[in-house]
């Protein structure tokens, strides 16, 4: 049977695990924001399809290798989420940018 945990090792668990997001924006507007870009990548996506199809549907009729091709070079933007950090780390960056007190400032 496995032992019980100390509350110290739990906390050095917790501190591993647990995971905090130190992009610029809040935690409540990242999701947000997440989504947004999400949904703008493909949007992006979508018209660079379209526009090469439409160039298409002027010429020739459609040949269905010309249609793949033509929807194969359409670019998509490349966009992933920044992981988030250990709080651990995100810990240590906070304290790394707080201003040192230098005692009984007032």
Known sequence: ???PLTPQE???LS??????????ESQWGGRDAIAKRK???NQAHRKAVH?????????????????ESAVATAKRHNWRKQPDVPLKDAL????SRKPESSGNER
């Open 15 to 24: 501190l591993e695990h647990d995971r905090r997001n130190v992009v610029a």
């Open 1 to 3: 049977m496995k032992r």
């Open 92 to 95: 240590l960056l906070r304290r």
């Open 10 to 12: 739990k906390k050095a």
């Open 39 to 41: 949904q703008w990548v």
């Open 51 to 67: 526009q090469e199809l439409s160039a298409l549907s002027g010429s020739v009729p459609a040949d269905p290798e010309a249609v």
